[in-house]
């Protein structure tokens, strides 16, 4: 079975098998995990950031985030597929006790500047204020899109025009960092905190990291410790992490994948949005996305519903490029 219905269903190779076994650790509660500091250490100084701090997953990150950047009662403004706001069981009101205020980003999921002053709310006895903004890089509903090093910088600056900070959904800047040929440091400069993923197109088996000042990772370690994401020997599993941060450079080649995969689709009379980086969606047309999905699963390939007659394939490093041939193949048997 070819399995390309997300990039987090990697597997950890050999490498990350035998650094696990072999990783230092202690308690990362008491902040005593060697290997944990050490991937924390790395992911600040590639992010570009202060400091950085393991966590379970990207959710988690998020979430801590979000409780950090503000105080309950105020909104929040998110593009309208954001993950924050639409896979995350709308944990910014069940932890943060925020309300969302979400801004149609059209076909590219950004939020520009303008969008941004437009929607801003000055706190009053009647209004509650904006408290934070948030963008996605990659924007995954979109498709894997990239949000330019410009608009990122936009964003950011019309954040601080507005008073309050910026927090990036990073789960795939490093593919946004691939495609758009800068170091992910350059399209966060201007952020206040980014959670990206280890666990996704760069291989790790578990976890993310959440990066940004000094004081703001330090309140952060206290919040991940309230959601119950204190992790004891975590080494363990941040050795692989370690690993997984050295894979950025083989994003270009998942990308390479979709772009690919997409041209072979297309062949087949399938309409097939351009992708950006790994993430390729495909219109099912006259079949219902579970009629389509069913299709290929029958010639070995999954893949995911994702909207309303739209199915999502990602490429990633278990998927090479012979597989690729192979799943348009087995697409095209469908037709
Ligand atoms: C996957 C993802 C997350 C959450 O990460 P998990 O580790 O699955 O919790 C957040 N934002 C985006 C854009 C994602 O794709």
């Not at 593919?175 to 201007?190: M, T």
């Not at 894979?247 to 689709?265: I, P, Y």
Request: aromatic share 4%; proline share 4%; with cysteine.
């Amino acid at each position: 079975m070819l399995d390309l219905r997300s990039d987090t269903v990697t597997l950890p190779d050999d490498d990350m098998r035998e650094a696990a076994a072999e990783a230092d650790v202690g308690d990362d509660v008491y902040s005593e995990d060697p290997t944990v500091n050490e991937l924390e250490a790395r992911a600040a100084e590639i992010i570009g950031k202060d400091d950085a701090l393991f966590v379970p997953s990207g959710t988690m990150g998020n979430q801590i985030a979000a409780k950090v950047h503000t105080s309950p009662g105020y909104e929040v403004l998110v593009e309208r597929e954001s993950h924050i706001y639409k896979w995350e069981l709308g944990g910014l009101a069940q932890h943060s006790q925020l309300q969302v205020r979400t801004i149609d980003g059209g076909d590219r999921g950004v939020l520009t500047p303008e969008a941004i002053r437009e929607n801003a709310i000055e706190e009053s006895d009647h209004e509650a204020g904006t408290g934070l903004v948030c963008v996605e890089n990659t924007h995954n509903a979109k498709g894997g899109v990239v949000v330019s090093p410009e608009e990122m910088d936009a964003a950011a600056n019309a954040a601080h025009d507005i008073g309050v900070p910026l927090h990036v959904d990073g789960a795939r800047i490093f593919n946004a960092a691939a495609a758009a040929d800068v170091p992910a440091s350059r399209l966060v400069k201007e952020a206040d905190s980014v959670m990206f993923c280890l666990s996704k197109g760069l291989g790790a088996p578990v976890g993310s990291m959440l990066a940004g000042s000094e004081e703001f990772i330090d309140a952060a370690h206290q919040v991940r410790k309230l959601m119950g994401g204190g992790m004891r020997q975590a080494g363990m599993v941040a050795a692989p992490g370690l690993l997984a941060l050295e894979n950025r450079s083989r994003l270009a080649a998942d990308h390479e994948n979709a772009k690919r995969l997409a041209a072979g689709l297309r062949d087949h009379g399938l309409t097939v949005k351009e992708p950006e980086t790994n993430i390729v969606l495909v219109e099912t047309g006259e079949q219902s996305t579970d009629e389509f999905l069913s299709a290929c699963e029958e010639q070995g390939v999954l893949g995911v519903p994702f909207a309303d007659g739209v199915v999502r394939f990602c490429t990633h490093w278990n998927v090479s490029t012979e597989d690729v041939e192979t799943v348009i193949d087995a697409v095209g048997q469908t037709r």
